[in-house]
């Protein structure tokens, strides 16, 4: 089946460990894109990619890294720079709207790191 | 991007309507009004969007007011598997990608 997988669902690091989360996708979609969520909170940017080897910072991007060298994978790095790392990671990606769709997002059911 | 507001949180007896209200007054022309819901702990889903006609899918109904500054979405028979938080998001397009924001939406209770 077509979707999204995010790896590992549940991920507990010491302070000061960077951590990658995993993001694949078999939508043969071109872009894809990183959000946090806080408890109680609504979803927040880090960090997205039109395409392969391009990637453009969202709204909360300081303290985490991507890459984008394969359509299929957009892995995040959360970084010991990251001052709050603990939060449950949404991966995403979407068509372009050229294709007969309007963009819309397609989720993985998530990665959620604490920090311990 | 135009932002929205939602209500917080509301409640909707199994098998009735519910209906979600969502304002995006400051909406542009091009913009899309698009619905996604969150069952807890897994990804958001998308529902259902639309540009300024009313739309019915499977899942649910838009209804969008004519000068699109704010728009309904229904649940026509609610049931307890609807209970999740609910988005309302406008839809800016920065080149392919869609930036989508979401907000905090409006958590929906469906009880018995």
């Known amino acids: 089946d077509g979707g999204i997988t995010q790896s590992p669902k549940y991920l507990f690091r010491k302070e000061g460990q960077n951590v990658t989360l995993s993001c694949e996708q078999n939508l043969n979609h071109d872009a894809m894109y990183w959000y946090r969520q806080d408890p109680g909170q609504g979803l927040r940017l880090i960090y997205y990619s039109q395409i392969v080897n391009d990637f453009q910072k969202g709204d909360i991007a300081e303290g985490y890294s991507v890459s984008r060298e394969k359509k299929e994978s957009f892995p995040l790095t959360v970084t010991s720079a990251q001052k709050n790392p603990t939060a449950f990671y949404l991966c995403?990606?979407?068509?372009?709207?050229?294709?007969?769709?309007?963009?819309?997002?397609?989720f993985g059911e998530g990665s959620r790191l604490t920090v311990l | 991007d135009a932002k929205t507001t939602q209500p917080t949180s509301m409640d909707c007896a199994e098998g009735r309507a519910a209906n979600l209200p969502c304002n995006h007054s400051t909406i542009s022309g091009n913009e899309y009004v698009y619905w996604y819901r969150q069952i807890h702990s897994q990804g958001p889903q998308y529902i259902i969007h639309?540009?300024?006609n009313n739309e019915t899918n499977e899942m649910a109904s838009l209804i969008i007011t004519e000068d699109r500054k704010s728009s309904t979405l229904i649940l026509p028979h609610a049931t307890l598997r609807d209970t999740a938080v609910y988005y309302c998001i406008v839809m800016s397009n920065t080149g392919t990608a869609s930036k989508l924001t979401f907000g905090t939406g409006t958590r929906l209770q469906v009880t018995l």
């Open positions: 995403a990606s979407s068509p372009p709207p050229d294709r007969g769709h309007t963009g819309e997002l397609f």
């Open positions: 639309g540009l300024k």
